[in-house]
């Protein structure tokens, strides 16, 4: 994976096509809260009448549900800066863990940034081949290009047309019907793994602007140096991901399960928006009961009609 110029090579050349939003013939936007009890643990047996959906801050409906599990076509993002020299092994290992954690209908690509930002050409559900990468092309070395490492991740993982399983949409009653597509029918994680402060050239704004744009979610692990930045950790909040702040003593590869455990337990919530006017809007999604709290996204841009 030490190819940095191919990585930009294969960007313009097409071997990661390029993303397209989804904006024509879209009825709805697609939303995945995850939902913990009073306790703590993930709640998963919620109903459709529990939830509450606010677009700008007014009532919107909400046309498709579902509980099950959703797949989802993800980007392992690793820190491979000359100050993660002494724990890129442990970084690795840890990351086996969460490949091993993938289900069937998952997808993973694999990239590192540090003295170049190297993209695995392999998006996957295959684990042995996603283990091969991770034991053999990790080369640590160079500073932190976290946001440029961002930024041609996420033309890396395109969106997906058709329903939340990559096939016919699913319709209200959570069957597959002839519902209308909703926008971003597959989830597409981010998962950045870093102890530092981002150093790349990347404006910070535009890639962040793409990210609530396009619906990525953006989650983060902080190791114990730098750290994870404020405004990454704000645009993780507005994205509906997650983080974790872990000092060395800490179990990365337990952190790593949760995530990959959080990421198999969130609904599918579809809603129509108040206007298709391609606008940036306000968002969020409640549930109906005390003692419980909801993780998702804070901001969608709306789709437009043609």
């Given amino acids: 994976m030490k190819v940095a110029a191919a990585v930009i090579a294969a960007l313009v050349l097409g071997v990661f096509p390029p993303q397209q939003v989804f904006r024509s013939n879209i009825d709805m936007v697609a939303v995945y809260p995850l939902v913990t009890g009073p306790e703590g643990r993930f709640v998963t047996d919620l109903r459709q009448q529990d939830f509450e959906v606010f677009d700008n801050g007014q009532p919107a409906d909400v046309t498709i549900f579902s509980r099950d599990r959703q797949p989802i076509t993800a980007l392992l993002l690793l820190d491979m800066s000359a100050s993660m020299e002494d724990r890129w092994m442990r970084v690795r290992d840890a990351a086996v863990r969460f490949v091993d954690a993938l289900e069937p209908a998952d997808r993973l690509r694999i990239g590192t940034f540090g003295s170049e930002i190297a993209l695995s050409p392999h998006l996957t559900g295959d684990k042995a081949i996603l283990s091969r990468v991770l034991r053999e092309e990790l080369w640590p070395g160079g500073s932190t290009p976290l946001w440029s490492a961002m930024s041609a991740g996420m033309q890396s993982i395109p969106p997906?047309?058709?329903?939340?399983?990559?096939?016919?949409?699913?319709?209200?009653?959570?069957?597959?019907?002839?519902?209308?597509?909703?926008?971003?029918?597959?989830?597409?994680?981010?998962?950045?793994?870093?102890?530092?402060?981002?150093?790349?050239?990347?404006?910070?704004?535009?890639?962040?602007?793409?990210?609530?744009?396009?619906?990525?979610?953006?989650?983060?692990?902080?190791?114990?140096?730098?750290?994870?930045?404020?405004?990454?950790?704000?645009?993780?909040?507005?994205?509906?991901?997650?983080?974790?702040?872990?000092?060395?003593?800490?179990?990365?590869?337990?952190?790593?399960?949760?995530?990959?455990?959080?990421?198999?337990?969130?609904?599918?919530?579809?809603?129509?928006?108040?206007?298709?006017?391609?606008?940036?809007?306000?968002?969020?999604?409640?549930?109906?009961?005390?003692?419980?709290?909801?993780?998702?996204?804070?901001?969608?841009?709306?789709?437009?009609?043609?």
């Fill in 160 to 306: 997906e047309s058709g329903g939340a399983m990559g096939g016919p949409p699913i319709s209200p009653g959570g069957g597959v019907q002839g519902a209308p597509p909703i926008s971003q029918s597959r989830r597409r994680p981010i998962v950045l793994v870093t102890d530092g402060i981002d150093t790349s050239s990347a404006v910070q704004a535009p890639v962040a602007a793409r990210a609530i744009r396009e619906q990525f979610m953006i989650y983060g692990i902080g190791l114990e140096g730098k750290g994870l930045s404020t405004r990454l950790v704000d645009l993780i909040g507005q994205t509906g991901g997650g983080h974790f702040d872990l000092k060395r003593s800490d179990d990365l590869g337990a952190a790593f399960l949760r995530l990959a455990d959080e990421l198999h337990h969130q609904y599918l919530i579809g809603f129509t928006p108040l206007a298709f006017d391609g606008q940036t809007h306000s968002l969020e999604v409640r549930v109906k009961r005390e003692g419980f709290r909801v993780r998702a996204p804070t901001q969608f841009v709306a789709p437009v009609r043609k």
